[in-house]
């Protein structure tokens, strides 16, 4: 039997691609919601690129910030269910390390999660097509996580660089073709140096049939959380 807090809300973060912000666009709604009351708590359910601490256990950077920003802290492991050392595709880590990537593991360790929070931030891995094992994509989670509600609402973080208009608007049409609600997506303005950076934000706000939750600026972690709106995600 589940254990989860009956009133807890979670949304999954899912992203364009990998290495486009979805951990700072994680912690700043982490940072965004605690500031306005909640106990908001993050979730890295699988993690590629894992190093031995002083205790000899694999942990990840992503996870680490998310375990940080979350209230209450969590175990480590619960934060992150599936370490893998290795930073490559999610599936073949696994395989490389003879681990099977799957569903009951991570469920469990949402719920105790949301067992003591009102709200759950889920951040995946790479972007929403991303295989777990021969079986199981990554966009399984949403849904899995949530039952027996319908599925979490999903976020995207849109990585502003050359590309991000495609990359955004064939995204945002998976997450809605798979039958998932796309509760908001977040501009993470990556490239500093991006000619026509508000141009294509602007593209993107006329294309995705979304609301923007924020525009996270450059390399500046305490700005990020106030960029964010979290009203959407908020009872």
Not at 145 to 158: D, I, K, R, S
Not at 181 to 193: M, T
Request: a negative charge; glycine letters at 8%; aromatic letters at 4%.
């Amino acid at each position: 039997m589940s254990t989860a807090n009956p009133t807890a809300r979670g949304c999954f973060v899912t992203g364009t691609d990998t290495g486009i912000g979805k951990t700072w666009a994680s912690v700043a709604l982490l940072t965004a919601l605690n500031a306005r009351g909640a106990r908001a708590v993050g979730m890295k359910p699988v993690a590629s690129g894992c190093e031995p601490d002083a205790h000899g256990r694999l942990v990840n950077d992503d996870a680490l910030a998310l375990q940080a920003a979350s209230l209450p802290r969590p175990d480590y492991a619960t934060c992150n269910p599936f370490a893998l050392r290795e930073a490559i595709a999610p599936h073949l880590a696994a395989r490389r390390s003879g681990i099977a990537l799957e569903l009951a593991p991570i469920r469990a360790a949402y719920d105790t999660l949301a067992a003591n929070a009102t709200h759950v931030v889920v951040e995946g891995a790479g972007g929403w097509h991303v295989p777990l094992s021969d079986t199981l994509m990554m966009s399984a989670l949403p849904r899995a996580l949530a039952l027996p509600a319908p599925a979490l609402p999903v976020v995207l973080v849109v990585g502003v660089r050359l590309g991000c208009i495609n990359h955004a608007s064939l995204s945002a049409r998976a997450i809605v073709g798979d039958g998932f609600v796309l509760a908001g997506w977040i501009a993470n303005r990556i490239d500093p140096d991006m000619p026509c950076a508000d141009e294509n934000i602007a593209t993107l706000r006329a294309m995705l049939d979304a609301p923007c939750l924020g525009i996270l600026p450059y390399g500046d972690a305490g700005a990020a959380a106030h960029a964010i709106d979290c009203g959407a995600l908020l009872p």
